[in-house]
């Protein structure tokens, strides 16, 4: 080989090496690019919780007698405490305090025998709490041993139902209806979580 070819060899090989460096530094470049995309998309597309106004849970059916009225009243608040503690640390809502609207939600209680059954009054206080949407629910008793848990969710603008769904337990004490309940938000996650993975 001659001092010329030799030359010609070299840089024939350091202009192929060059090129090699400039394309693999442009798939690195492309790949970062990519990524902080992909990673930023999740971000930009995930839609704002949702503030949730939790009306107290109502009692339906067989009360059982006046005998278990201040039973029932007792277990009632708790199951509403713990629904609305458990919804908000489900991360799925946003859910307000029924302080401001306490004034006219007991004046809805005075005119009406149900708040999940009164063409729509629940609305009037999502709307007085600045929600996006209100959730009634209830127990129906059928007897001491047959019981439902239901609740329905309310669009405050539209006045459509975003969804409903109701769950049988057995036992009217407080442990059964504290497993409905949590078995009940567990089955919205659950439900939601599927929903956004659907394509």
Not at 106 to 118: A, I, M, P, T, V
Not at 159 to 164: A, E, S, V
Request: aromatic share 4%.
């Amino acid at each position: 080989m001659t001092v010329q070819s030799a030359a010609l060899t070299g840089y024939l090989l350091e202009e192929i090496a060059m090129r090699i460096i400039v394309r693999l530094a442009l798939c690195i470049v492309a790949l970062l690019l990519s990524g902080t995309t992909v990673a930023a998309a999740p971000a930009a597309a995930a839609a704002p919780i949702p503030r949730l106004a939790v009306l107290d849970i109502e009692l339906t059916g067989d009360l059982g007698g006046p005998q278990l009225k201040a039973e029932h009243e007792t277990r009632l608040r708790m199951a509403s405490e713990r629904l609305r503690r458990e919804l908000a640390s489900s991360g799925l809502y946003q859910v307000v305090d029924n302080a401001p609207a306490r004034a006219l939600i007991d004046e809805l209680k005075s005119q009406q025998r149900y708040l999940h059954d009164c063409n729509g009054c629940d609305l009037d206080v999502g709307k007085r709490l600045g929600a996006d949407e209100v959730l009634v629910a209830w127990v129906d008793r059928v007897s001491n041993l047959i019981l439902s848990l239901t609740y329905e969710i309310d669009d405050v603008k539209t006045g459509q139902i975003d969804d409903r769904k109701s769950y049988d337990f057995r036992g009217d004490n407080d442990a059964a209806w504290i497993h409905a309940i949590d078995f009940m938000v567990q089955d919205m996650k659950e439900r939601r979580t599927a929903h956004a993975g659907s394509p």
